[in-house]
């Protein structure tokens, strides 16, 4: 999430204006230290997914000239590989009971 945005930020700071919210300013802001022990992992994962999702929602319905940058490119795929929408349409990790993962080979891992 922090590589497109600075992906953006290099090629349409523009976009940023009004997308990007104060949460995500602290949370992609700085650099991210997970340490041994992380707070929160579950929040974590669902904020990060919920903001991939919102900001490469908002490129592919108004600025899909920028679909193609390597770094939107590298989390769409991540999106894709590790969240599912349910039902209810909120986004989900996925599990070995959600969705399933793609296979290891074919997978960007990521922090």
Same mark, same amino acid.
């Given at each position: 999430?922090?590589? +497109?945005? &600075? &992906?953006?930020?290099? =090629?349409? !700071?523009? #976009?940023?204006?009004?997308?990007? =919210? ?15 022990? !992380? =707070? ?16 490469? &929602? ?5 600025? /899909? #000239?920028?679909?193609?940058? !390597?770094?939107?490119? +590298? ?11 349910? &039902?209810?349409? $909120?986004?989900?990790? $996925? =599990?070995?009971?959600? %969705? %399933?993962? !793609?296979? +290891? @080979?074919?997978?960007?891992? @990521? /922090?």
């Amino acid at each position: 999430m922090r590589a +497109a945005l &600075e &992906e953006l930020a290099r =090629t349409a !700071p523009d #976009e940023l204006v009004g997308l990007a =919210t104060q949460d995500w300013g602290q949370r992609y802001g700085r650099p991210v230290r997970l340490g041994t022990n !992380p =707070t929160c992992p579950k929040t974590r994962i669902k904020d990060t997914g919920g903001d991939a999702h919102r900001l490469l &929602e908002h490129l592919y319905r108004h600025r /899909p #000239e920028l679909w193609t940058g !390597p770094q939107i490119q +590298a989390l769409r795929q991540i999106l894709v590989q590790n969240y599912q929408i349910d &039902e209810r349409g $909120r986004i989900r990790w $996925r =599990t070995d009971d959600h %969705g %399933g993962l !793609p296979p +290891a @080979s074919a997978r960007i891992v @990521s /922090p």
